[in-house]
């Protein structure tokens, strides 16, 4: 069958992806203080057994405490003028006029809130970084929106300013940049856990002192050496793209939500802290993609569809995306400690029996 036969006018077609859920991993947050299941959605195999092993010692171990530091969702926009001490006399005007743009923003959301307007020049070319909150949307489309009726409303308040585009990549959106890991975009959450010796031992396979000794070496040295950026991580990306296929999310955001580092330091003679940082988990219990009834029975189950305070349910996903990504790090750097077994697993789940 000829591939125009398959897809005659560009008709919508369902790809499907294998899921299942994983732990449940008790997580204590002001969002979440439960024993929470973890829905994946992935092609990699081994990513299911593992993420679930690391939900099992977190939950042993009393639990993965879980906080989100900030939160806010970015667009920028560029314009011009014809020198930089134009656009420069625009920004520090702008600074006072937060509360104009403001009512420009709720024109076109009662959720859109603006919290912080940031800019940079180049020549006599303005970057200006919108960020605002979203409520229960990841809020890609309700910045863009706003943005695009505050850059109106300034291009006419300021006419030596010429329109160039309704998106500078000031934002960054779905790129790897420094900005957001500094300004934040999306949620920023910390996720962390104490696991004792025996603990490691018993399900880990291993011991404290050798996950601390292998996070310095590969995921922050490692990194160094790589070039990596704002990173410092073995697979962050991995526990992102399940989690975020599972509920409905857009999954190009894991280019900047798989941007965090491993912190991991010996608590006494027999402890293992482990964190995980995500300065940008971007996610939303509402807008699109939420409605696919996979998704709809995903959110249900991990309690995500009350109708609560405006940002809760974001939230509260942020909050246990970050925790499957504590559960799936920890557990392939602990398998990762012990030569082979890595890829004993792969072989096990993954290769083609018929080869």
Same mark, same amino acid.
């Not at 134009?86 to 919290?115: C, G, P």
């Given at each position: 069958?000829?591939w125009?036969?398959?897809y005659k ?5 369902i790809?499907g992806i ?7 991993v ?9 024993d929470?299941?973890?829905p994946? &959605?992935t092609?990699e ?6 993420t679930?092993?690391g ?19 970015s667009?920028s ?5 014809d ?13 006072k ?5 403001q009512?420009v923003?709720?024109?076109t959301?009662r ?5 912080e307007?940031?800019a940079?020049m ?11 909150l979203?409520?229960d &949307?990841?809020?890609?489309n309700?910045?863009t ?6 850059l109106s409303w ?11 585009s309704?998106?500078?990549n ?7 940049s420094?900005?957001?890991?500094i ?10 856990v ?5 603990l490691?031992?018993q399900?880990l ?8 000794d292998?996070?310095?070496k ?5 990194n ?5 950026l ?11 793209l399940?989690f975020?296929l ?5 999954? &190009? ?5 798989s ?5 991991t ?7 293992l ?6 300065p940008?988990?971007?996610i ?7 409605t ?7 959110l249900a ?5 009350k109708?609560r ?8 996903l ?26 004993r ?7 083609d029996?018929?080869?």
């Amino acid at each position: 069958m000829r591939w125009r036969d398959m897809y005659k006018s560009g008709a919508e077609q369902i790809a499907g992806i294998p899921m299942r859920v994983v732990g449940p991993v008790k997580i204590i947050s002001k969002e979440v203080d439960a024993d929470v299941p973890l829905p994946l &959605a992935t092609l990699e195999a081994p990513l299911w057994p593992s993420t679930h092993r690391g939900a099992r010692v977190c939950t042993l171990a009393g639990g993965i405490r879980a906080t989100i530091i900030d939160e806010r969702m970015s667009r920028s926009v560029l314009v011009e003028a014809d020198s930089v001490a134009e656009i420069h006399q625009v920004y520090l005007s702008l600074q006072k006029q937060k509360e104009a743009l403001q009512a420009v923003i709720s024109e076109t959301s009662r959720f859109a809130k603006l919290i912080e307007l940031n800019a940079q020049m180049v020549g006599s070319l303005l970057f200006l970084r919108f960020e605002l909150l979203t409520g229960d &949307a990841a809020g890609h489309n309700m910045v863009t929106l706003a943005s695009e009726r505050m850059l109106s409303w300034i291009l006419k308040k300021y006419p030596v300013l010429r329109y160039v585009s309704i998106s500078g990549n000031f934002c960054s959106d779905k790129k790897t940049s420094a900005v957001n890991g500094i300004l934040g975009r999306g949620k920023n959450v910390i996720a962390e856990v104490t696991i004792s010796r025996a603990l490691c031992k018993q399900v880990l396979k291993t011991t404290p002192e050798k996950i601390v000794d292998l996070n310095i070496k590969k995921n922050l040295l490692g990194n160094i050496v790589s070039g990596g950026l704002r990173t410092a991580n073995a697979h962050f990306a991995n526990m992102l793209l399940g989690f975020y296929l599972a509920v409905g999310q857009d999954v &190009a955001n894991i280019v900047e939500g798989s941007q965090g580092i491993v912190h991991t330091e010996m608590r006494g003679e027999d402890e293992l802290y482990f964190s995980v940082t995500l300065p940008n988990i971007i996610i939303g219990a509402v807008g699109n993609g939420k409605t696919l009834a996979f998704v709809q029975q995903n959110l249900a189950l991990l309690d995500c569809l009350k109708k609560r305070e405006p940002g809760f349910n974001a939230r509260r996903l942020a909050i246990i995306a970050a925790s499957a990504v504590l559960c799936g790090e920890l557990s392939l750097l602990a398998a990762q400690t012990n030569q082979g077994e890595l890829m004993r697993s792969h072989l096990k789940m993954e290769r083609d029996k018929n080869a």
